[in-house]
């Protein structure tokens, strides 16, 4: 029992061990409704509250559902007859029944946001028993799959679906019949005032007389009074009475600098103190001016990430810490408090440190858990109006988010698209200081009419290409850590990612990195990366488990860890976190005073000016002054220099932009250094560039006669590389004899056409053709589609059409930045398809694109086949409209054709198998090959089965080998180890996990 300055309230904890016992809840779609208590069956003090009696250290039974009783009892002294005792079940999961010495007391419903409880009525002094029935709501089924699983109360993510459990504080509060119902300050720092709100509630039976007074505090020191107001009341009655007062000399809560005052509320009556609050704010204020959300008259770009999470590791106030204290690593500033209403100490938490929150109900659309009725947009609304009384106060809640992409659930929620709009409007009526917006959903309805836009990831984030700056942009959620997996990661980086979890993290770093710049120096406001804190984050790998010497403290108590399972050792002192392989590129790319260069492209002809503009970033709480510099070097000399003097307001950006001649400049390599020098900081970007002599336009080049089919700009180029080139209209004849070599012109491929037939007619006669870009495919079964990319990949470094071509050469054709709509750096938009049937082609050049289920390296934007006695290459490169300007472009163009003049079509080749692993093998491939004994002369390609030595003398394999051929050993083990290092003359370590690896495998009914 504890009470603190004088009048203040007195609180119980009513925390601890409790009895338990689970109960059967089989048809969810009728709820329980109990209407006793049971009497039998307890576990004695078997459960730890707050906690989730679900989580693992306790009986698997525990956890067949959702459904338990909770019981514990507490002792009351004589109670008075003036005095009222409320019981504060702070949050519970599911619906919880509560029960005071056997008598139903209420229902509470919001799974996230408990409120006090009148319970005088039940209690008595002496012991008193609470007992609380937790189980599931009544439950529908799904209209499209059936299955039970949908409710119609704000549903939440996570531990909502997970978990169950009193998992936030329990507590009884004493309060006098007439007392201080509620506080509401509001700052202004354009007015430069402080406004009180305070509203005082007689519930007794007599009427009341007093006074109210407002005392400002920094810590325990009294600053200045509020002028006492008179308060009158009859029985039953309440009222609301508002203070405003200048106030100039204020200190200000930021997040660099979060100053916190007090507030004590005092009620007096005849006889002296009746209650007391005290209330902790900070001055400050949050704005919209254009499309800038502004804190204390200063313009914001927050900063932050989430990441999904079930356990009950990250209720501990020491996790909450270890997490801020990231965020502030990676220099960022704001948290999203992501598909429910978290715990008040998380705000209480971020109010000391200088954390930004963003509060979100829980409309939680991406999940598919709610369903459409009346009673639910009626939850709803009194889950907002809970969310803004518990909160309101606080100095680091900023926005309110009204939801989260219940796009996902119309077809389930449909009167969404008609109730949200009106959950935003009570928002704003509750609490005018703050926005209230959408998260992921805002273009669902006009967004001229929102004060706020939002989208989730992808490069839309940035905003460039598409936003009108007309309101602020909220990127609230971005990246492509919400699976982490090596086919989302592969336009920054290639194949490799497959091979080191380090490549992917740092892969999908560079792509939030870029984003992330783009976004800052576009002035979005705000930039929320997601799930690196839980997947790309070394979690403690201990499993321990945990005693707690006072189980009445404040707080949730897990009981035990297992290895990763928590995202941070919040048990340890320190910062708890080890930071994962892209740690160090967010937090560059985070950097408060930064230097973002717009263009990617770094290839250039010498006769070619060098588009540069460049962005400075300023995220001080400062103004800065210096000098942007720009220098092209090369070789040790500078060859061109430009500066100019800036002055950037704190939050604000300058841009400058420079076309960077190259006169002096020689082939090869240069950089372009864009450096920023300030007393308050400075930074430095390198853009590296690739140059080449234009005197390679016009090369000649040694080719037999080149039909053209249909209208090219390849037509000129050829000409001027001193090739004779026949123009072939759409009838032409098709003849090898006569045409050895074809270039079919871009986009002359129509469909319902015979262009196709006549193609494979000439390829089958030997003819060698060069394909161009085409917006429909020329090869029936190989799929074109629009998946455009600023990157692709060598997928075939040694073919003669890709010599001297580097991966950077396959990257932004143009000087559009990463990640617009429409984009001249693309470097493909309608690439192949790989087929994953019996057609078989040679990708030379792959590329990737997509998220989520998209992704992978499916698509080939150069290929490579072969039809009867003739080759084609195909390119869906964009190469013929940048001939002029790419120097790639060229080079492949001229490999291709003297590749298709010199080329030989391939022939079957055998490969060597044993018997035993071809019997074991279900391979497609092999059933068109020769197969014959493992090194037989002819074969390039053997396969052995690695599970046993093979009867040949290493001596036999090591030949093979040195004549270059290829051997593969399927599934090594031991008993065959030492074999195949005698073969290869080094030692070979076989890696045993030390704990479980998972493959993720799509059952398909076709071939792999």
Request: contains cysteine.
């Amino acid at each position: 029992m504890s009470a603190g300055f004088p009048g203040e309230r007195r609180r119980m904890l009513l925390n601890g061990w409790w009895d338990f016992q689970p109960v059967s809840h089989v048809d969810l779609t009728i709820p329980l409704e109990p209407s006793e208590v049971p009497s039998s069956g307890w576990e004695p003090e078997a459960y730890l509250v707050p906690g989730f009696f679900t989580d693992h250290p306790y009986p698997a039974s525990w956890r067949e559902g959702r459904s338990g009783w909770a019981r514990t009892r507490f002792t009351l002294p004589p109670l008075d007859a003036d005095q009222r005792l409320l019981l504060h079940v702070r949050a519970a999961i599911p619906r919880a029944h509560i029960f005071i010495n056997g008598q139903k007391a209420y229902t509470q419903e919001d799974m996230f946001l408990g409120e006090a409880e009148d319970i005088t009525r039940f209690l008595h002094e002496g012991e008193n028993e609470l007992a609380i029935l937790l189980t599931e709501f009544r439950t529908f089924p799904h209209p499209q799959t059936g299955r039970v699983s949908l409710i119609d109360v704000p549903w939440g993510c996570c531990i909502a679906a997970e978990q169950a459990g009193i998992w936030q504080d329990v507590s009884l509060e004493w309060r006098p019949a007439v007392y201080i119902s509620d506080i509401t300050i509001r700052t202004s720092v354009r007015e430069g005032t402080l406004t009180v709100i305070s509203r005082v509630q007689n519930s007794g039976r007599e009427p009341f007389e007093g006074s109210l007074e407002n005392v400002v505090r920094d810590g325990n020191v009294p600053l200045f009074s509020l002028a006492p107001l008179r308060v009158s009341l009859g029985s039953g009655e309440s009222c609301e009475l508002s203070q405003v007062m200048r106030w100039s000399d204020y200190h200000p809560w930021s997040p660099e600098d979060p100053f916190l005052y007090y507030l004590d509320t005092s009620l007096y009556g005849a006889s002296g103190i009746v209650d007391a609050l005290r209330t902790r704010f900070g001055f400050r204020e949050v704005w919209i001016e254009g499309h800038r959300i502004l804190l204390n008259g200063r313009p914001q770009r927050w900063r932050g990430e989430w990441c999904h999470k079930s356990h009950s590791h990250w209720l501990r106030p020491e996790y909450v810490r270890q997490w801020y204290r990231q965020l502030k690593d990676l220099n960022m500033n704001y948290v999203r408090m992501h598909t429910f209403p978290h715990p008040e100490y998380f705000l209480d938490i971020a109010d000391e440190m200088g954390i930004l929150v963003c509060q979100e109900t829980a409309l939680y659309g991406s999940g598919q858990a709610g369903i459409d009725t009346p009673q639910l947009w009626e939850r709803a609304r009194e889950h907002v109006r809970r969310m803004v009384r518990r909160d309101k106060n606080h100095p680091s809640l900023v926005l309110w988010s009204v939801e989260n992409e219940m796009r996902w659930s119309l077809n389930i929620v449909p009167s969404a698209k008609e109730e949200l709009p009106k959950l935003r409007k009570l928002f704003n009526e509750l609490d005018p200081t703050r926005p209230a917006y959408h998260e992921g959903d805002s273009a669902l309805w006009n967004e001229d009419e929102q004060a706020i836009i939002s989208r989730h990831y992808g490069p839309a984030c940035h905003g460039l290409g598409w936003w009108d700056k007309k309101v602020p942009l909220h990127a609230g959620e971005m990246g492509r850590w919400h699976y982490a997996s090596p086919h989302v990661a592969l336009q920054w980086a290639g194949d490799e990612v497959y091979t080191d979890y380090a490549l992917l993290s740092r892969s999908l770093g560079q792509d939030a990195a870029r984003i992330i710049e783009l976004g800052r120096a576009n002035e979005v406001s705000c930039l929320f990366v997601w799930n690196t804190s839980g997947l790309d984050n070394f979690r403690p790998a201990e499993a321990r488990t945990f005693s707690w010497d006072d189980p009445h403290s404040p707080y949730a108590k897990p009981l035990a860890h297992r290895p990763y399972e928590s995202e941070y050792a919040w048990w340890e002192r320190g910062k708890g976190y080890r930071p994962g392989f892209s740690f160090g590129l967010l937090r560059h790319a985070f950097r408060p005073l930064a230097v973002v260069v717009r263009e990617e492209r770094s290839q250039f002809y010498l006769d070619r000016m060098v588009p540069h503009t460049v962005y400075v970033v300023n995220d001080l709480p400062v103004e800065v002054e210096g000098e942007l510099e720009v220098r092209l070097e090369q070789g040790g000399r500078v060859i061109w220099r430009a500066a100019q003097q800036l002055a950037i307001g704190s939050g604000c950006t300058g841009i400058v932009s420079w076309s960077v001649p190259l006169d002096g400049a020689e082939a090869g390599r240069a950089d372009l250094v864009s450096s920023f020098h300030s007393s308050q900081g400075e930074d430095e970007v390198w853009r590296r560039l690739r140059l080449t002599s234009a005197e390679v336009r016009s090369e000649k080049l040694a080719l037999p006669i080149v039909g053209v089919w249909g209208e090219s700009t390849l037509i000129p180029w050829l000409e001027q590389h001193g090739v004779a080139v026949v123009r072939l209209e759409e009838g032409a004849s098709l003849d090898p004899a006569r045409i050895p070599l074809l270039v079919v012109g871009e986009h002359v491929i129509t469909p319902g056409s015979t262009q196709n037939q006549r193609l494979r007619e000439y390829l089958q006669a030997g003819g060698r053709a060069l394909i161009l870009e085409q917006t429909h495919s020329p090869f029936p079964g190989l799929a074109i589609a629009r998946q455009p990319s600023e990157m692709a990949h060598i997928r075939a470094p040694s073919h003669p059409v890709l010599a001297g071509v580097v991966r950077e050469d396959l990257c932004f054709f143009g000087d559009d930045p990463f990640g617009l709509p429409s984009s001249d750096s693309w470097v493909t938009i309608y690439p192949y398809v790989k087929p994953t049937d019996q057609h078989l082609v040679r990708p030379l050049v792959d590329s990737s694109g997509g998220d989520f289920a998209t992704g992978g390296l499916t698509w080939a934007p150069v290929i490579e086949t072969q039809i009867g006695a003739g080759i084609a290459i195909a390119t869906q490169l964009r190469l013929a409209d940048r001939l002029m300007e790419l120097p790639v472009a060229d080079r492949l163009m001229r490999n291709a054709l003297r590749y298709l003049v010199n080329a030989e079509p391939l022939q079957a080749q055998e490969i060597g198998i044993d018997a035993e692993l071809a019997t074991g093998l279900t391979l497609p491939a092999l059933e068109s090959l020769a197969v014959r004994p493992p090194t037989s002369a002819g074969t390039r390609v053997s396969l052995v089965s690695g599970a046993k030595v093979p009867r040949l003398d290493p001596s036999v394999f090591r030949a093979y080998l040195a004549l270059g051929n290829t051997v593969l050993v399927w599934g090594l083990t031991e008993a065959a180890k030492s074999y195949w290092e005698a073969v290869i003359g080094r030692k070979i370590e076989l890696w045993i996990p030390e704990h479980a690896v998972y493959h993720l495998v799509a059952p398909s009914k076709g071939a792999l």
